[in-house]
Every structure is written in C-alpha cells, then in structure tokens.
C-alpha cells in the first residue's frame, strides 16, 4: 500500500458525460501528479500540482482540468468525454516537485467511456 | 526531450532462470534521475528503484539487481532466479525537468514479463 488513494475505483459512463477523480496523497506529500495510461499511449504524464498550485503540464486535453484543493487532495475533471478517454488514471504524490522524491502511486481509477 | 526506450515487449521465462529487462535513455541533461516501476496484474504502479546519474555503482536488492551505465545510456533490470510472482509489467522511467522547476516522468512502453512455473 502506497499510502495514496484514488476514488473510485472503477467508473463507466457515456460519451459526451462528465467526471470527476479524486485522489488523497500520502500524508506529508505535497506534490501530486496526474499520469494516464492507455494502450496506444503507454503511461503519460497529464499534469502535477504542488501546494495547491499547477508546476508542470504534460499532454493533457483541454477537456481535462484539475486542482488541489487546501488540504492537498486533488481532483482530476474529465469532460465532453470520447470513447478514446478510456484508460487507466493514476494519481502520484512525492514529499517535493523534484525527481529526488520518488513519485508513489496509486492504485488507479479504470474509466471506461462506453 | 527525454525517451525511454524497452525495447523487449514481452518475455517469458519459467521458474528460477535469470532475466535481464533492458532500458535505453535519452536525455541532454547532465543531472537526471532513472527509475524502475512494476505493475503486476493488479494494476499498481510498485516503485522499485530510483539511481542518479552521477551513481553509476550497481545496486542489489535481494534477487532483483540494477546496472546502470551512462556510456551507453543503459539501465538494465535483472531478476535472478525468477518466481511465478514476478510476473508483471516492468516500467522503466526518467526524470524530464518541466518549466515550473519541477520533474515528471517519461516511461517507456514497459515489458511483461511472465513467469511460468
């Protein structure tokens, strides 16, 4: 067990609806970071927050927005979602923004667009 | 901009051979980080190890074992005297400094590795 969580575990919509994914980082981390794994796109960073504020963006859509909120969890908002959108979702927190604290991972949330 | 490059897909093994994950790199930076991750059926994402680049000393951690060598931009994983519970995906990744001042990762495709009892 990493220590960080992510809700839900599973989610299944339509095309075209909207959701929301949460994650709780491990206690003491600030940083968390966004990764979406696909089979055509491999594991690839969308974006990262750290104390609140965005620090990187990756090749994350425009129809996908995130924030931190004060008590350092995260939500990741997919929107006008497409069938290509389905993927695994995993969320990352590491104590500081930098590659010397290794990023521990959550266990993921599958989204399935039907 | 940084790659990551695991050139074998997928690898199967039977119990108690040694195998050997190979990771290739690119990157113009001097001061950069590599990591190996596995993903086991489950599906997390299982840190295993993080090097610098300026350890290029081997590591052992029981039977899994990490050689680095920067004058080939290599970061191979090998596993001796593989067990059925290896089986799993095996991400190597690089540390990619963004504009913010901060890293994220690159991974490359990762390599399934299954082993048969």
């Known amino acids: 067990d990493s220590g960080v969580t992510q809700t839900p575990k599973h989610l299944i919509t339509a095309t075209g609806q909207r959701v929301t994914l949460r994650c709780s980082p491990r206690s003491g981390d600030l940083s968390v970071y966004w990764y979406q794994q696909s089979l055509d796109q491999g594991l690839q960073f969308l974006i990262q927050y750290y104390n609140g504020e965005e620090r990187a963006k990756g090749n994350i859509l425009e129809r996908f927005s995130a924030q931190q909120f004060p008590d350092l969890h995260s939500e990741l908002n997919l929107s006008s979602l497409e069938l290509g959108d389905s993927a695994l979702y995993f969320c990352?927190?590491?104590?500081?923004?930098?590659?010397?604290?290794?990023?521990?991972f959550g266990p993921g949330t599958r989204l399935t667009v039907l | 901009a940084q790659k990551v490059t695991q050139a074998q897909t997928e690898i199967s093994v039977v119990e108690k051979e040694d195998v050997t994950l190979d990771c290739v790199y690119e990157t113009r930076d001097t001061t950069y980080y590599l990591f190996w991750y596995k993903q086991p059926p489950s599906g997390e994402l299982v840190f295993l190890i993080r090097?610098?680049?300026?350890?290029?000393q081997n590591e052992i951690s029981g039977r899994y074992s990490w050689n680095f060598q920067k004058s080939t931009s290599s970061f191979n994983f090998t596993i001796t005297a593989s067990q059925v519970v290896d089986s799993a995906v095996y991400f190597c990744?690089?540390?990619?400094?963004?504009?913010?001042?901060?890293?994220?990762?690159?991974f490359g495709k990762g390599t399934k590795l299954t082993v048969n009892p």
């Open positions: 090097r610098n680049s300026f350890d290029e």
């Open positions: 990352a927190s590491s104590a500081q923004p930098t590659a010397y604290n290794e990023q521990f």
């Open positions: 990744a690089l540390s990619d400094p963004t504009q913010g001042g901060s890293e994220k990762l690159v």
